[in-house]
Nanobody
């Protein structure tokens, strides 16, 4: 049974940093492209970042480029999202997701197979 569990969310002030973690089990992480998505109240789930199975290529939404960094440790079954210079508009529930690397890259959340339960990030001004 595949499980993705996010952690590291919290309430911070604008300009602060947080690091989210995603712990994966029940799958061979090195075979999956991993993504982070977020969903704010009343809005659709949106792409934040993704990283290829070997960790070489990383993708970012324009809204977080230069502030967020995605990384992974396949040996530890972990995926990270380092979030710096947080803004109030970053407030959302953040989700970790997995899709087989063999599938074509797509930012659409519907293309991802497995999802975590989400972790809340709240940024106050």
């Amino acid at each position: 049974q595949v499980q993705l569990v996010e952690s590291g969310g919290g309430s911070v002030k604008a300009g602060d940093s947080l690091r989210l973690s995603c712990t994966a089990s029940g799958l061979t992480l090195s075979a999956y492209r991993m993504g982070w998505f977020r969903q704010a109240p009343g809005k659709e789930r949106e792409f934040v970042s993704a990283i290829t199975s070997n960790g070489i290529t990383r993708y970012y939404a324009d809204s977080v480029k230069g502030r967020f960094t995605i990384s992974r440790d396949n040996a530890k079954n972990l995926v990270y999202l380092q979030m710096n210079s947080l803004k109030p508009e970053d407030t959302a529930v953040y989700y970790c997701a997995a899709v087989p690397q063999v599938r074509a890259y797509d930012r659409n959340p519907r293309t991802y197979n497995y999802w975590g339960q989400g972790t809340q990030v709240t940024v106050s001004s």
